[in-house]
């Protein structure tokens, strides 16, 4: 499906790199961050987004900061094959809500030559490994684990607390949802949540 990428010295080499973390650690910022200096350097760039996330905007990547880039929300990571001809870097966001065929397809981008950049949750609300996340951070190059501050006693966080009570796995939300909590802090409020 896809033509080998070349360049100036023969075939290019693609890889991919992870950025994860909890919420409110500047995943998405650092995303665009990285997406723009390759828009910089003149290269050819995708970005992608799943359809279920809409929170900020239909269509862009927005980090919280409010800093956004365009993007293309698909459905499955399927369609990301039909959409990243001729394309040097590609950048994924939120790719905990894509299904578990996005290893695979970002590890096919990266054989032909793209550089893949994703961006994602590396843990549920419960603490568990989330969605595609875990394979993707096994197979990439680079992985970058970014870091909140904790909302109850300031230190590093990792974790995304969920503040309401459902259970289901995807709640979008953000502040009037979650809060990121450090490891002691987030045990203590999930004790406190299971609590009659």
């Excluded at 040097?88 to 299904?99: C, K, P, R, S």
């Excluded at 992985?143 to 966080?157: F, N, P, R, S």
Aim: charged share 20%.
């Amino acid at each position: 499906m896809f033509l080998e990428h070349t360049g100036p010295r023969g075939p290019r080499k693609g890889w991919i790199e992870v950025i994860c973390g909890s919420m409110f650690s500047g995943k998405t910022e650092e995303l665009i961050r990285r997406l723009r200096r390759a828009e910089f350097a003149r290269q050819k760039v995708e970005i992608f987004k799943p359809g279920v996330d809409t929170r900020y905007h239909a269509h862009d990547v927005v980090s919280h900061e409010g800093t956004s880039i365009r993007s293309t929300p698909v459905p499955g990571s399927s369609h990301l094959l039909l959409l990243t001809n001729e394309i040097q870097v590609v950048g994924i966001d939120e790719a905990q809500f894509f299904d578990d065929g996005l290893p695979g397809v970002c590890e096919q981008l990266a054989n032909t030559g793209i550089r893949v950049i994703i961006a994602g949750l590396d843990m549920d609300f419960q603490g568990r490994p989330f969605g595609p996340m875990p394979a993707l951070m096994a197979m990439a190059e680079y992985v970058t684990k970014v870091h909140a501050i904790c909302m109850h006693c300031g230190d590093l966080a990792n974790h995304s607390h969920r503040t309401t009570a459902s259970q289901d796995l995807v709640v979008l939300g953000e502040t009037d949802s979650y809060v990121p909590l450090c490891r002691t802090c987030f045990m203590a409020a999930r004790s406190k949540q299971a609590a009659p």
